[in-house]
């Protein structure tokens, strides 16, 4: 279940750009500002909005540690701002002068790439925040761009089609066509998978095209210095062409928003759909997952930006981050009731909801004749509309099951863990999860983004047995 739990309408013009650090939310549009907001409360930081570009402001991104934000633009350049006060640190003009489409930082922020409109690659080094090396791809604007999670390659894709993988050194690993009308987005999944054929380690990544299609691609590494792009399936689902993806912090779902207004949330292993979003009433041009908790946010043509909650079993009438607020559906309020209205695209009966004291257990009472006689809803489409997803939330009640223990859930998966280890950042985590995350080459905390001092790993065993004693007292 996915429930819109904020709307942030702050930006005066289209929303171009979202992007999650571990404790903010930055959004940047056509109106020349980027905005911060905080996670605890998606309170606006007193610095924000940032204010420095001249034009329109396509791109923004964290660093890996959250302490510094980049942003692009029309005006040829890349900002840098200390997200701890605000203060403006660089100015990065493109070389070439043309304007800066899309920024990314390296996951060690070593690098910070910025791609213009007429094809330049320019990687500056972080640290000097000079030019390090430059390039350009063969024909049309560079739109997209994406690193592995190890650092050692980053993917661009340009407006002409391709996608071209790109090594530290700014070689040209190898090239492909990939969308006959343009790229529009990519993203590369942060956990390696196996490809299955030759058990090298591979990265999955996502691109988005004006054909309307989203492609999942392996990238593979054989030998030294080979790098293979495969083609695995196409996801469809979108009507219209597709402005924006990302994958989840797990690799397990990937969110894309379209012209179409919609925004899709599919299951990766199998390319079937979980979600479709129809809150925005304009183009869709931005998605982004957060990097720890079950939080999306969407942006868009109609100014705003939006805060979904994913989730079996619940959603917030506040903090996105206050576990207090997660309740059963039998719990919600009238409005926990009306913002998962919203989130089905109902708002259209909030107002007719609430006037008749529908909470969450009134809800999950109603039935094609309360709709009719009790609340008058006299079309027989939109009775028949609110009811099936009614019954989907009466499944999901039922299938879902009691809470867990948040300090039982990995941080990494927020799947309950099996065989929990303690890592040098002093938090548990699942095993297989840490590992993965360690055999990325990150050497940064999963909770606080700070350098891990040792790759340890020690089993936790009175969490296991606290793990198995509360499993045993949910079979009683």
Known sequence: MATLIRTLADHSDDVNYCAFSSS?????????????YSLNDFAELPYSPLKGHTYAVHCCCFSPSGHVLASCSTDGT???????????????????????????????????????????????????????????????????????????????????????????????????????????????????VSDGEHGFRCFQMASCGQDNQIKLWLISFAGISGVELKSQCTLSGHSAPVLACAFSCDGQMLVSGSVDKCVIIHETSTGSTLHTLSQHT????????????????????????????????QTCAGSAADNESKVTVEDWSEDDVSAWLRGQNLADFVSLFKMNNIDGRELLKLTKESLADDLKIESLGLRSKVLQKIEELRMNTVSVPVNIPDEFLCPITRELMKDPVIAADGYSYEKAAMENWISTKRRSSPMTNLPLPSPLLTPNRTLKMAINRWLEMQQK
Request: charged share 20%; glycine share 8%.
């Open 24 to 36: 903010c939310l930055a959004t940047c549009s056509l109106d020349k500002t980027v905005r911060v």
């Open 282 to 313: 304009r183009y869709v041009t931005a998605c982004a997952f957060a990097p720890h908790g079950p939080l999306l946010a969407t942006g868009s043509m109609d100014k705003t930006v939006n805060i979904w909650q994913l989730g079996d079993k």
């Open 78 to 192: 890349t900002l840098v701002w200390d997200t701890c006060s605000g203060q403006m640190l660089a100015v990065l003009e493109q070389p070439s002068g043309s304007p800066v489409r899309v920024c990314r930082f390296s996951p060690e922020s070593t690098y910070l790439v910025s791609g213009g409109a007429d094809g330049t690659v320019v990687l500056w080094n972080v640290r000097s925040l000079k030019l390090y090396r430059s390039g350009n791809v063969k024909d049309g604007s560079l739109v997209a761009c994406a690193f592995s999670p190890n650092g050692n390659v980053f993917v661009t894709g340009s407006s002409c089609g391709d996608l071209t993988v790109w090594d530290d050194k700014m070689r040209c690993l190898c090239n492909e066509k990939a969308h006959d009308l343009g790229v529009t987005c990519c993203d590369i999944s942060s956990l390696p």
